[in-house]
């Protein structure tokens, strides 16, 4: 494999723009080419990955890839130098379609990221990031089963997959929980992962935190399974010497591929044995500029020195005769989904404590509402200074007094007061207004009213000679009241109480004096409402809201500290590129935080209709129906 390469044909400049690539295969094996009738012979290798002219910046930032281009072909190890920064991961991340390229083209299996054609992301590719991203709560088998559910494995080929894994990576008991494991531990627990389904593109990203002898190991393995299984690898190293066995090596600086050749094809064109010496010297020589000749011919520069190894022979082949990738089969939304369910489920029973908090905390803060909320306020206490009886308490009137005939106008004080309901408001009384006053400062009324003297005269002359009252008369028929209103709703329940009560009494008068008890009403008249009641208290008032907005909040919460950690800890990416969608992660979060709402709203509508007895006006389901809702727009929005 060491004397094959395959480069792309550039022709001159008249030629260019043709509109298909063509691809040439060189053989330096002079043993081969006198095999062949006409002294030329050539391998056809089909390329799996081909970046062209690729950039990307972040934002406003300097640009992380800058006009790249590389060639890696099919069933072959293609290790990725380059210092922390030089845009290793970001290109790694473009190729198995996590990101988008700024401009440029990306080729895997003979189609875009992201195309049916290409299978990618999906289970073609295994793909071990930079850093560990592994569910700390789950057991190693745990972990295993879940990207196996993503990549549709049978149980038979997961069995022996993970036998051979943990047997072979010398992992520990696979019922251990990976967050009890070491950092060494958990990194080979990630390259199981990314080998156990046997993908065709292998992306290690990088081998660190592993033993040299395990490392070792590890190499021979993707030697074997390039050899075995035309497996493509591309591994990312910090270890330069360990890049021998590959079949070509790309350095990378500053966004750029400074060089693309073999191994032994840099060590003869540098005449040394180090690879690491090769490096250093590639990246002291390097000025960092777009135009620097190295950068533009480095394939030149390869294709002169292989000239000088051995003969070169070409042999052409048009994109028409190459190999053509067929479409893959994918695994399916549902499979996806699926898997996406069980682990949500592991991850939920993992955290008990949590998941009876999610559960309960709800149905808590509407109880703790309403509570605090309460019924209407009784009782109130009220001052009464009565200087129509000089100030003395009225006397406690008969029943069957009040239902007596006639037209009784003494002491009509005492007979509004009487229909004020006892079971709301206390009366007390005060022998002036100072005292009254005094009592409302110190807490004791929340208010007080004032009768002048003679109110019950003036009342009824208001009544019935309303065109020729004088102002002093007019002035004397009013009673004062003064009022706390520190308290809004306690002094609305006042006024409320004493309007219905001197509506009550005045009709009363009214009737019992001949006039006609309509006098008595507002001119403003309340029909029956469109919606509601008019005798809604507050608690009634205030319940849907506060349980609707309870339950769009929790799972809003629930749902965005659950998306965002699994963004922060790199599984979700890792679960992005084994094929899961954006949208089958919310189809699968609703489905298991769908489950959490239903039990929200059945513990919450319990403590609003049996212990408060809140009544639902209308259909019961739609209320139940509407909060489920609201809790799943929760749930959705949590992941925006």
């Given at each position: 494999?060491?004397?094959?390469?395959?480069?792309?044909?550039?022709?001159?400049?008249?030629?260019?723009?043709?509109?298909?690539?063509?691809?040439?295969?060189?053989?330096?094996?002079?043993?081969?080419?006198?095999?062949?009738?006409?002294?030329?012979?050539?391998?056809?290798?089909?390329?799996?990955?081909?970046?062209?002219?690729?950039?990307?910046?972040?934002?406003?930032?300097?640009?992380?890839?800058?006009?790249?281009?590389?060639?890696?072909?099919?069933?072959?190890?293609?290790?990725?130098?380059?210092?922390?920064?030089?845009?290793?991961?970001?290109?790694?991340?473009?190729?198995?379609?996590?990101?988008?390229?700024?401009?440029?083209?990306?080729?895997?299996?003979?189609?875009?990221?992201?195309?049916?054609?290409?299978?990618?992301?999906?289970?073609?590719?295994?793909?071990?990031?930079?850093?560990?991203?592994?569910?700390?709560?789950?057991?190693?088998?745990?972990?295993?089963?879940?990207?196996?559910?993503?990549?549709?494995?049978?149980?038979?080929?997961?069995?022996?997959?993970?036998?051979?894994?943990?047997?072979?990576?010398?992992?520990?008991?696979?019922?251990?929980?990976?967050?009890?494991?070491?950092?060494?531990?958990?990194?080979?627990?990630?390259?199981?992962?990314?080998?156990?389904?046997?993908?065709?593109?292998?992306?290690?990203?990088?081998?660190?935190?592993?033993?040299?002898?395990?490392?070792?190991?590890?190499?021979?393995?993707?030697?074997?399974?390039?050899?075995?299984?035309?497996?493509?690898?591309?591994?990312?190293?910090?270890?330069?010497?360990?890049?021998?066995?590959?079949?070509?090596?790309?350095?990378?600086?500053?966004?750029?591929?400074?060089?693309?050749?073999?191994?032994?094809?840099?060590?003869?064109?540098?005449?040394?044995?180090?690879?690491?010496?090769?490096?250093?010297?590639?990246?002291?020589?390097?000025?960092?500029?777009?135009?620097?000749?190295?950068?533009?011919?480095?394939?030149?520069?390869?294709?002169?020195?292989?000239?000088?190894?051995?003969?070169?022979?070409?042999?052409?082949?048009?994109?028409?005769?190459?190999?053509?990738?067929?479409?893959?089969?994918?695994?399916?939304?549902?499979?996806?989904?699926?898997?996406?369910?069980?682990?949500?489920?592991?991850?939920?029973?993992?955290?008990?404590?949590?998941?009876?908090?999610?559960?309960?905390?709800?149905?808590?803060?509407?109880?703790?509402?309403?509570?605090?909320?309460?019924?209407?306020?009784?009782?109130?206490?009220?001052?009464?200074?009565?200087?129509?009886?000089?100030?003395?308490?009225?006397?406690?009137?008969?029943?069957?007094?009040?239902?007596?005939?006639?037209?009784?106008?003494?002491?009509?004080?005492?007979?509004?007061?009487?229909?004020?309901?006892?079971?709301?408001?206390?009366?007390?009384?005060?022998?002036?207004?100072?005292?009254?006053?005094?009592?409302?400062?110190?807490?004791?009324?929340?208010?007080?009213?004032?009768?002048?003297?003679?109110?019950?005269?003036?009342?009824?002359?208001?009544?019935?000679?309303?065109?020729?009252?004088?102002?002093?008369?007019?002035?004397?028929?009013?009673?004062?009241?003064?009022?706390?209103?520190?308290?809004?709703?306690?002094?609305?329940?006042?006024?409320?109480?004493?309007?219905?009560?001197?509506?009550?009494?005045?009709?009363?008068?009214?009737?019992?004096?001949?006039?006609?008890?309509g006098l008595a009403e507002s001119p403003i008249q309340y029909v029956d409402p469109v919606y509601g009641t008019d005798d809604t208290d507050f608690k009634e008032f205030i319940s849907p809201g506060v349980l609707v907005a309870i339950?769009?909040?929790?799972?809003?919460?629930?749902?965005?500290?659950?998306?965002?950690?699994?963004?922060?800890?790199?599984?979700?990416?890792?679960?992005?590129?084994?094929?899961?969608?954006?949208?089958?992660?919310?189809?699968?979060?609703?489905?298991?935080?769908?489950?959490?709402?239903?039990?929200?709203?059945?513990?919450?509508?319990?403590?609003?209709?049996?212990?408060?007895?809140?009544?639902?006006?209308?259909?019961?389901?739609?209320?139940?129906?509407?909060?489920?809702?609201?809790?799943?727009?929760?749930?959705?929005?949590?992941?925006?």
């Amino acid at each position: 494999m060491d004397n094959k390469i395959v480069t792309l044909w550039e022709n001159d400049t008249n030629n260019s723009a043709t509109q298909d690539n063509l691809d040439y295969e060189m053989d330096t094996n002079s043993d081969s080419a006198q095999n062949n009738g006409n002294g030329k012979s050539a391998v056809r290798i089909p390329v799996a990955v081909r970046v062209q002219h690729a950039s990307k910046t972040y934002g406003a930032g300097p640009e992380v890839l800058k006009n790249l281009s590389m060639t890696i072909e099919k069933g072959t190890i293609y290790s990725l130098l380059g210092s922390s920064g030089c845009g290793k991961t970001t290109l790694l991340s473009c190729i198995v379609g996590i990101r988008k390229l700024d401009s440029g083209e990306i080729s895997v299996f003979g189609g875009e990221p992201g195309s049916r054609e290409s299978g990618i992301p999906g289970k073609r590719v295994g793909f071990m990031p930079q850093e560990n991203s592994l569910y700390n709560d789950f057991s190693i088998n745990e972990s295993m089963q879940y990207f196996a559910a993503l990549y549709d494995m049978s149980g038979h080929d997961l069995r022996e997959s993970r036998d051979f894994l943990v047997k072979f990576l010398d992992l520990p008991d696979p019922e251990r929980s990976i967050g009890t494991l070491s950092g060494g531990q958990k990194r080979r627990v990630s390259l199981a992962l990314s080998l156990i389904h046997s993908p065709e593109l292998l992306i290690l990203d990088p081998t660190v935190g592993i033993d040299p002898l395990l490392r070792e190991n590890i190499w021979n393995h993707l030697l074997s399974l390039v050899a075995k299984k035309n497996t493509t690898v591309i591994i990312t190293t910090h270890y330069t010497e360990e890049a021998r066995p590959s079949n070509k090596i790309g350095l990378m600086r500053g966004g750029r591929l400074i060089t693309e050749s073999s191994p032994q094809e840099l060590l003869a064109q540098h005449e040394t044995n180090s690879l690491e010496n090769i490096v250093l010297k590639l990246c002291k020589n390097d000025s960092m500029d777009i135009d620097n000749p190295h950068v533009q011919n480095r394939r030149i520069s390869a294709i002169a020195t292989i000239t000088s190894i051995g003969k070169i022979t070409y042999r052409k082949f048009s994109s028409a005769g190459s190999i053509q990738y067929k479409p893959y089969e994918s695994t399916t939304s549902f499979q996806r989904i699926k898997a996406l369910v069980g682990k949500n489920y592991v991850v939920m029973t993992r955290n008990l404590i949590l998941l009876l908090f999610m559960m309960i905390v709800p149905a808590t803060q509407v109880l703790v509402i309403c509570l605090a909320i309460g019924n209407d306020p009784k009782p109130m206490w009220m001052g009464v200074v009565n200087h129509e009886l000089n100030y003395t308490s009225c006397p406690i009137l008969d029943p069957a007094s009040k239902q007596g005939e006639g037209c009784d106008v003494e002491n009509l004080s005492c007979k509004f007061l009487a229909e004020i309901p006892t079971d709301t408001i206390y009366l007390r009384d005060y022998a002036t207004d100072e005292l009254a006053r005094d009592a409302v400062k110190a807490g004791k009324v929340w208010g007080f009213f004032t009768f002048p003297k003679n109110w019950s005269d003036n009342l009824y002359e208001r009544a019935s000679a309303a065109g020729t009252i004088e102002n002093e008369t007019l002035r004397g028929s009013y009673v004062k009241m003064e009022m706390d209103y520190s308290n809004k709703q306690i002094s609305y329940a006042i006024k409320s109480e004493i309007y219905d009560a001197f509506e009550i009494f005045l009709k009363d008068v009214l009737v019992k004096c001949g006039f006609y008890e309509g006098l008595a009403e507002s001119p403003i008249q309340y029909v029956d409402p469109v919606y509601g009641t008019d005798d809604t208290d507050f608690k009634e008032f205030i319940s849907p809201g506060v349980l609707v907005a309870i339950m769009l909040f929790f799972p809003l919460c629930s749902t965005a500290v659950s998306y965002i950690w699994d963004k922060k800890q790199g599984t979700l990416e890792r679960s992005m590129v084994a094929g899961v969608q954006s949208w089958e992660i919310m189809a699968s979060l609703l489905l298991t935080e769908g489950v959490v709402v239903v039990i929200q709203c059945i513990f919450s509508f319990s403590i609003i209709l049996y212990l408060f007895n809140i009544e639902i006006l209308g259909s019961t389901s739609l209320a139940v129906g509407i909060t489920l809702l609201m809790g799943l727009g929760g749930v959705s929005m949590g992941q925006c």
